[in-house]
């Protein structure tokens, strides 16, 4: 019998299950690879193992030092909104025969591990500015004139802190 080999174990797993993208799954790998490096650079655990939990927290950040303040929008563009999907990929990976796991490991190790918005988009906005859509640090709602002391110009969205420029 012939070994499968990682492009075609990974295609035949994409073909199987699409609610992922192929490029996910390949982000995924890189991020156990940054996970395991980080462990080493650390001197933490030398195992070859990585919980759940670790593999996480190595997802998180090395989204974040890849893709920056578009991880969510990559994210969905691949079929991620939570942390579940990725441990829902983890396990296609070892049913595939391409990740292992022991005996301790499950899929549960993945529920609520973080909330996206706090972990990929909170570290980007600016201090002081509300988490919730729509709203704003002095409470207008963001709206023009609420908070805008000295007559400046109002604020262009997509833009803290620089004043339109009048022409």
Known sequence: MQKTGFTEALDQLVTADPRYDREAYLFLQDALDFTMKSRKKQKT????????????????????????????MVFETWGISRCEDFGEMVFNLIHAGIFGKTDTDTIDDFHGGYNFHEAFIKPFQPEGQATAPGASADGTGGKAGGGNAGGDSPRQPGQPGQPLRQS
């Open 45 to 72: 655990d030398l195992s070859r193992h990585v919980t759940g939990q670790e593999l996480l927290e190595g997802v998180r950040a090395f989204a974040l030092r890849e893709y920056g303040p578009m991880v969510t």
